[in-house]
């Protein structure tokens, strides 16, 4: 039976970079050592990291004005190095509230500056992205936060913010590299890896140069981002393994054509589960704004939540797995990152038909 992983993350890798690292694992290109082994600062393991920062700057399309930073702590570490690094002097911060992600990001924020919530859709449960014309951007701001996927609510933007002069700071973890982006538009771009990159314990952070060396006093060492530029995120040791596969996923990208490609098979594959949720006469129910539902992450209803439990038990009998949804909103969610191919979104529609069928 073939298998196909739903989660949302650590998430579905592709099988041609986990059979390469299992060739690779005892023995990388004849070193003698697996990857896992090696010293970070040896001339193999170097190699390895500046090809993976290579293959992503020219997937991106990353300007060189912008150090790529491989770092740890998840996306979570991030909600403190941004106010941190970024405040510069600055007491006031801009942050979108669009649903758990977000939320999580303001009130670590609140620790180190007054946060300014440019716009929110608590009302309606986080189900839409708040029009642009409602939005109180302060012009003081050091910078403005938002979360372009809500990985839980399935929330996502398909524009860019733009305030002004207040630098745009992003948390793509659920969605880097789905989508072409216009990278100059953002201040800093951040993610964690074990959604769309790699395997967790990897933190990507893209971030324009001339916003280094300028942080909040006492900020700890680990905590500067011009620390780890400077080093060439080599202060002290990464996460090398995951670094490895992330890198082995950027050629998969590469070799599969890049980001457009990805963003169209990404398009297709949720317009076909979308459509099968709206076309289900009620049984399927997705809450969010139809311009604003998001291409990795699809939340659905049941139309009978007592119903929840057998749907999970027979998909996973089908070999479709980890479906239920997140334990704040209920109902299912199905992930869809770059590596889910489009055969797997068939066949959750096909299983979402049949049970629907008999469970009418
Ligand atoms: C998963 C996720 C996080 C949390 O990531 P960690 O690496 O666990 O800290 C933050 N933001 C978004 C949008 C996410 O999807």
Redesign the pocket.
Known sequence: MTIYNFS??PAVLPKEVLLQAQAEMLDWHGSGMSVMEMSHRGREFIGIAEQAEADLRELMGIPANYKVLFLQ???????SMIPLNLLRGKTTADYLNTG??SK??IGEAKKFCEVNVVASTADNHFTSVPAFDTWKCNQDAAYLHY??????GGVEFNWIPDCGDVPLVA?????ILSREIDVSKFALIY?????NIGP?GL?LVIVREDLLGNVVAGTPTMLDYKVHADNDSMYNTPPTYAMYIAGLVFQWLKKNGGIAAMEANNIAKAKLLYAAIDASNGFYTCPVAVSDRSRM?VSFTLKDAALDGAFVKQAEAMGLLQLKGHRSVGGMRASIYNAMPLEGVAALVAFMQQFAQQNS
């Open positions: 949302a993350g702590g998840g996306a979570h570490l991030q909600f758990a992600w999580k990001a979360t372009p996927n809500e990985t839980i948390d793509m973890s659920s969605n993610a964690g890896a074990q959604k967790a933190t992450n």
